[in-house]
């Protein structure tokens, strides 16, 4: 339930506060109806497909003509069959819209497939609310109150902090988020104003039962630079300083100056789940403000919708009128997801000025007001028989600045006060002609006990883990806290489960199979009642339905994206797959996500698979969706090998290099035997280093690296040229040594060879014969030689053979 947060914070338990309206300077067609705006935002939230309805409605100016809106709460989506809103329409907590004459477009966070808050905290405890915004540049500066949660319950939260974002024109991106020095006491962005050389910031200070305006300034139009406070009598750099200027104001109002006053529009907090929306006047932006003026009554309260907020658009505005926005809403869940259309703006516009007769009805006298036992106040006045009237009550030690129109026309008892407060009751006279000036006023002071606690409570648990509670009217009280016990779990103490105004509250959701006790405290005048008698109810979830057919994108890694529609909030998901190449029936253990999205593990290239999702949830696993086939496909490695070195180790290559790859090919080509091809080895490389052999002794080799998977061979490596060395030996020389011998020497290129020599006797033209020994080492002793003879010799390694060496034998 949290999307009933905002509307819920009319309760006066809210402690933040949001705003309205632009103030960049530009010139705009006005003359947009109130009835034309209202059916504007209808329209799309059933046709977009994608924003299905929202609260907030702050509006901006845009300098290329367009406007941009800005909303908190928002749901995404389209509507169902019937018009109702689905209940897996997902929720985010800021989004807006972008006006470009008749077409608008949503703007979010995120992406297309999943979107997200436009603002985001990053954190699942935190969000941002929207408040006002203006445009600097080629920015839209926009004030956010950062909202911490604290319970369970839809108003168990609190303000945080206040945040400046920037959105970028003219495409809207979200830029970075700057707290700003302002402290956690009033949510400032009610309103953005610019006024001569300031632009001044409107905000709320929740208090008790009580919403308070406040007001600070900053110099230009820069929303980044030092915040000055209004203190009642001067402006102070000092946030702790900022003092109240009026009581009642809503989660947002607007202010503007029209004409040669400040209007301030709100609707009437002063009064819980009023109807009526209000005007105050001032001749500076700090007032005093004076009023009320009654300025309309929202006709969703009769059909037991609750209304809040109110933000002032002047630009669009038709002339001679005041258009202002409301956002309506309902604190009963079901009714509210049955109709979309509830939780969307609305839009009201009034002449402005007022007009006011000459000639009113006197003030009534005699006014009396007096407490009774059951928390009431009693009020009676002198009576005449051709008028109507109007009471009005102020809570002075609350703090109310002005008064607020109650409920009746005719002396009797007026209900909801809070014990030990002092109370002023003053009344007005109405004819046709109008509303006449207030009475004296007479004051009171309350006497109001505890509440009785609430009876016939019941519990109706749904199929989904939450249970409904319902329960009795308690007279003079709106607010009731709520709190379970698992009794399957043995729980002792309570749990509460937060505040609800009305007679109904949702809970959950539970644990599926668990039996669980409520109870109902009411929350009057008096404090606290006692906890109701409990009632029990035990929890079911029903499995999830089957989701829709899934997409199924290969990715070039071999991994697979799935995507599907929701189910519904708050699910998770398995993921399924089987080798459909292979005929596999078996579908394995399942991939589990919290989210609609799913990538695969790497897969086989060129391979079919076929993929199914289910929900689940605390119930079990819900039916599968329809099978999706993909087949699996994996690109080629990208990038080329780097840093390839090439070292000859003897008549080997060592060849080493750099990839994030895993298999390579090595490619070669002999220079001195004139290749110009190159050749791939015939067997790959595993890692980042592979020796060559069979190579040419002396020949020089240029040689490349490329990465390769099943999909393909990737671009190669910048080639590398090594000369493969040679085993012969060098200096090679013979010498006689004595009658019929003589010694061959030579200088050893690599150790550990065995050497062939071969010898002819060239004065007798003796053809090349070898030795029949092989020799290791570096020298050779030759015998039985010819005297006078000339003999040459030669030595032969590896099918080479040294340039021969000659000796004349003694």
């Given at each position: 339930?949290?999307?009933?947060l905002?509307?819920?914070a009319?309760?006066?338990?809210?402690?933040?506060?949001?705003?309205?309206?632009?103030?960049?300077?530009?010139?705009?067609?006005a003359?947009m109806?109130?009835?034309?705006?209202?059916?504007?935002?209808?329209?799309?939230?059933?046709?977009s497909?994608?924003?299905?309805?929202?609260?907030?409605?702050?509006?901006?100016?845009?300098p290329?003509?367009?406007?941009?809106?800005?909303?908190?709460?928002?749901?995404?989506g389209?509507?169902?069959?019937g018009?109702?809103?689905?209940?897996?329409?997902?929720?985010?907590?800021?989004s807006?819209?972008v006006?470009?004459g008749?077409?608008?477009?949503?703007?979010?966070?995120?992406?297309?497939a999943?979107?997200?808050?436009?603002?985001?905290?990053g954190?699942?405890?935190?969000?941002?609310w929207?408040?006002?915004?203006s445009?600097?540049?080629?920015?839209?500066?926009?004030?956010?109150?950062?909202i911490?949660r604290?319970?369970?319950?839809?108003?168990?939260h609190t303000?945080?902090?206040?945040?400046?974002a920037?959105l970028?024109?003219?495409?809207?991106?979200?830029?970075?988020?700057?707290?700003?020095?302002?402290?956690?006491?009033?949510?400032?962005?009610?309103?953005?104003?610019t006024?001569?050389?300031?632009?001044?910031?409107?905000?709320?200070?929740?208090?008790?039962?009580?919403?308070?305006?406040?007001?600070?300034?900053?110099?230009?139009?820069?929303?980044?630079?030092?915040?000055?406070?209004w203190t009642?009598?001067?402006?102070?750099?000092?946030?702790?300083?900022?003092?109240?200027?009026?009581?009642?104001v809503?989660?947002?109002?607007g202010?503007?100056?029209?004409?040669?006053r400040?209007?301030?529009?709100t609707?009437?907090?002063?009064?819980?789940?009023?109807?009526?929306f209000?005007?105050?006047?001032?001749?500076?932006?700090?007032?005093?403000?004076?009023?009320?003026h009654?300025l309309?009554?929202?006709?969703?309260?009769?059909?037991?919708h609750?209304?809040?907020?109110?933000?002032?658009?002047?630009?669009?505005?038709?002339?001679?009128?005041?258009?202002v926005s409301?956002?309506v809403?309902?604190?009963d869940?079901?009714?509210a997801?049955?109709?979309?259309?509830?939780?969307?703006?609305?839009?009201?516009?009034?002449?402005?000025?007022?007009?006011?007769a000459?000639?009113l009805?006197?003030a009534?006298?005699?006014?009396?007001?007096?407490?009774?036992?059951?928390?009431?106040?009693?009020v009676?006045?002198d009576?005449?028989?051709?008028?109507?009237?109007?009471?009005?009550r102020?809570?002075?030690?609350?703090?109310?600045?002005?008064f607020?129109?109650?409920?009746?026309?005719?002396p009797g008892?007026?209900?909801?006060?809070?014990?030990?407060?002092r109370?002023?009751?003053?009344?007005?006279a109405?004819?046709?002609?109008?509303?006449?000036?207030?009475?004296?006023?007479?004051a009171?002071t309350?006497?109001v006990p505890?509440p009785?606690?609430?009876?016939?409570?019941?519990?109706?648990?749904?199929?989904?883990?939450?249970?409904?509670?319902?329960?009795a009217e308690?007279?003079?009280v709106?607010?009731?806290?709520?709190y379970?016990?698992d009794?399957?779990?043995?729980?002792?103490?309570r749990?509460?489960?937060?505040?609800?105004p009305g007679?109904?509250?949702?809970?959950?959701p539970?644990?599926?199979?668990?039996q669980?006790e409520?109870?109902?405290?009411a929350?009057?005048?008096?404090?606290d009642?006692?906890?109701?008698?409990?009632?029990?109810?035990?929890?079911?979830?029903?499995?999830p339905?089957?989701p829709?057919?899934?997409?199924?994108?290969?990715?070039?890694d071999?991994?697979?994206?799935?995507?599907?529609?929701p189910?519904?909030?708050?699910?998770?998901?398995?993921?399924?797959?089987r080798d459909?190449?292979?005929g596999?029936a078996?579908?394995?253990?399942?991939?589990?996500?919290?989210t609609?999205?799913?990538?695969?593990?790497?897969?086989e290239?060129?391979?079919?698979?076929e993929?199914v999702v289910?929900?689940?949830?605390?119930?079990g696993e819900?039916?599968?969706?329809?099978?999706?086939?993909?087949?699996?496909?994996?690109?080629?490695?990208?990038?080329a090998?780097?840093?390839?070195?090439?070292?000859?180790?003897?008549?080997?290559?060592?060849?080493?290099?750099?990839?994030?790859?895993?298999?390579?090919?090595?490619?070669?080509?002999?220079?001195?035997?004139?290749?110009?091809?190159?050749?791939?080895?015939?067997?790959?490389?595993?890692?980042?280093?592979?020796?060559?052999?069979?190579?040419?002794?002396?020949?020089?080799?240029?040689?490349?690296?490329?990465?390769?998977?099943?999909?393909g061979?990737?671009?190669?490596s910048?080639?590398?040229?090594?000369?493969v060395?040679?085993?012969l030996?060098?200096?090679?020389?013979?010498?006689?040594?004595?009658?019929?011998?003589?010694?061959?020497?030579?200088?050893?290129?690599?150790?550990?060879?065995?050497?062939?020599?071969?010898?002819?006797?060239a004065?007798?033209?003796?053809p090349?014969?070898?030795?029949?020994?092989?020799?290791?080492?570096?020298?050779?002793?030759?015998?039985?030689l010819?005297?006078g003879h000339?003999?040459?010799?030669?030595v032969?390694?590896?099918?080479?053979?040294?340039?021969?060496?000659a000796v004349?034998?003694?």
């Amino acid at each position: 339930m949290r999307w009933l947060l905002a509307a819920w914070a009319v309760v006066a338990l809210l402690t933040v506060a949001a705003g309205a309206g632009p103030r960049a300077r530009v010139a705009e067609p006005a003359g947009m109806s109130a009835r034309e705006l209202t059916a504007m935002f209808q329209r799309y939230g059933d046709t977009s497909g994608d924003w299905l309805g929202a609260d907030r409605t702050a509006s901006v100016p845009l300098p290329d003509g367009r406007r941009l809106w800005l909303f908190s709460d928002t749901f995404l989506g389209r509507p169902g069959p019937g018009g109702d809103r689905p209940r897996s329409a997902s929720l985010i907590h800021n989004s807006a819209i972008v006006q470009d004459g008749d077409q608008l477009r949503t703007v979010t966070g995120g992406s297309p497939a999943r979107p997200a808050s436009l603002l985001s905290t990053g954190d699942n405890g935190e969000f941002h609310w929207i408040g006002d915004a203006s445009v600097l540049g080629d920015q839209v500066q926009v004030l956010t109150n950062r909202i911490r949660r604290t319970g369970p319950g839809p108003l168990d939260h609190t303000l945080a902090a206040t945040e400046l974002a920037t959105l970028t024109l003219p495409t809207m991106a979200a830029g970075r988020l700057r707290p700003l020095p302002l402290g956690d006491k009033v949510s400032w962005g009610s309103e953005v104003m610019t006024d001569g050389g300031h632009t001044y910031v409107y905000g709320s200070e929740a208090a008790g039962t009580m919403k308070f305006a406040h007001v600070a300034r900053v110099r230009g139009a820069d929303l980044g630079q030092p915040w000055e406070f209004w203190t009642g009598q001067a402006w102070s750099p000092r946030v702790d300083e900022s003092a109240r200027l009026l009581s009642g104001v809503g989660t947002s109002y607007g202010v503007r100056k029209v004409g040669d006053r400040y209007v301030l529009v709100t609707h009437e907090n002063n009064l819980m789940f009023s109807a009526d929306f209000v005007a105050y006047t001032a001749t500076t932006p700090a007032g005093p403000f004076e009023g009320p003026h009654y300025l309309f009554r929202a006709p969703e309260t009769d059909a037991g919708h609750i209304v809040y907020d109110a933000d002032l658009h002047l630009e669009p505005a038709r002339p001679g009128t005041l258009l202002v926005s409301y956002n309506v809403n309902d604190l009963d869940e079901a009714v509210a997801y049955a109709d979309a259309s509830i939780y969307r703006p609305r839009f009201f516009e009034v002449q402005w000025p007022l007009r006011q007769a000459r000639r009113l009805p006197a003030a009534p006298a005699g006014v009396n007001a007096t407490p009774d036992g059951s928390g009431t106040a009693r009020v009676s006045w002198d009576v005449d028989g051709d008028l109507s009237y109007r009471v009005y009550r102020r809570d002075v030690t609350a703090g109310q600045t002005h008064f607020v129109r109650l409920p009746g026309d005719a002396p009797g008892r007026f209900e909801f006060l809070t014990n030990g407060h002092r109370y002023e009751f003053g009344v007005t006279a109405v004819d046709k002609r109008g509303e006449g000036a207030m009475s004296p006023v007479a004051a009171m002071t309350a006497t109001v006990p505890p509440p009785p606690p609430p009876s016939t409570v019941r519990a109706e648990p749904d199929s989904a883990g939450k249970v409904t509670l319902h329960w009795a009217e308690v007279p003079f009280v709106q607010l009731f806290k709520i709190y379970y016990r698992d009794l399957t779990a043995g729980q002792r103490g309570r749990t509460g489960a937060g505040a609800y105004p009305g007679q109904s509250a949702t809970v959950g959701p539970l644990r599926h199979g668990h039996q669980y006790e409520f109870t109902v405290v009411a929350v009057g005048g008096g404090g606290d009642s006692v906890h109701s008698q409990g009632v029990r109810a035990t929890v079911v979830v029903a499995t999830p339905p089957a989701p829709g057919t899934p997409s199924a994108q290969p990715r070039p890694d071999g991994t697979v994206q799935l995507s599907w529609p929701p189910v519904a909030p708050g699910l998770a998901y398995k993921v399924y797959q089987r080798d459909a190449t292979a005929g596999a029936a078996d579908w394995g253990t399942p991939g589990i996500t919290r989210t609609t999205q799913f990538r695969s593990r790497p897969l086989e290239h060129g391979r079919e698979y076929e993929f199914v999702v289910a929900a689940v949830n605390d119930g079990g696993e819900g039916e599968r969706s329809p099978v999706v086939r993909v087949r699996a496909q994996l690109a080629p490695p990208g990038a080329a090998p780097t840093r390839l070195r090439a070292e000859p180790r003897g008549t080997a290559v060592e060849l080493t290099w750099r990839s994030g790859a895993t298999w390579h090919w090595i490619f070669r080509r002999d220079l001195t035997a004139g290749e110009r091809e190159f050749t791939r080895e015939e067997v790959g490389a595993q890692g980042h280093e592979a020796t060559l052999r069979n190579l040419v002794e002396g020949h020089e080799y240029e040689m490349t690296v490329a990465a390769f998977n099943p999909g393909g061979t990737g671009p190669q490596s910048g080639p590398v040229r090594v000369k493969v060395g040679s085993a012969l030996p060098t200096g090679l020389a013979v010498t006689a040594t004595g009658p019929g011998t003589a010694r061959l020497t030579w200088r050893e290129t690599r150790t550990e060879l065995l050497y062939r020599i071969e010898l002819r006797d060239a004065t007798t033209g003796e053809p090349w014969r070898a030795d029949p020994y092989p020799v290791d080492g570096n020298t050779y002793e030759a015998v039985l030689l010819t005297a006078g003879h000339r003999y040459e010799f030669r030595v032969r390694v590896n099918d080479l053979t040294t340039p021969p060496v000659a000796v004349v034998a003694r």
